[in-house]
């Protein structure tokens, strides 16, 4: 799970989506990046167990998978904030 949370964009995106659910568009417009590689970033942090998915109708919404990874990955973040 920490190879997976080392990279700087799958941070980023698992800190968007822990203030709110979103759709793969909202978060590679927000993360800067292109849906694709959005959506490759996001696969690796579903299969890891971190986010959760729900089509409805054309859009993957995504979400923290549970307290504990939201608690995970806040913990991180502010680990490499002190380290930045």
């Known amino acids: 799970m920490f190879r997976v949370l ?3 964009s ?8 822990s203030h ?6 909202a978060l590679a417009e ?3 990046m292109s849906q ?13 167990g971190l986010l959760e998915a729900d089509r409805r ?6 979400r923290i998978a549970d307290h504990h ?3 995970v990955v806040r913990d991180a973040i502010a680990h490499a904030r002190e380290n930045a």
């Not at 694709?36 to 890891?48: E, G, K, M, Y």
């Not at 109708?57 to 995504?62: L, Q």
């Open 57 to 62: 109708g054309k859009e993957v919404i995504y």
């Open 20 to 25: 709110e659910n979103r759709p793969v568009s």
């Open 36 to 48: 694709p590689l959005t959506s490759q970033h996001l696969r690796i942090l579903r299969d890891a």
């Open 69 to 71: 990874v939201e608690h």
């Open 6 to 8: 080392g990279n700087e």
């Open 10 to 17: 799958r941070l980023l995106l698992l800190s968007l989506v």
């Open 30 to 32: 927000a993360a800067k």
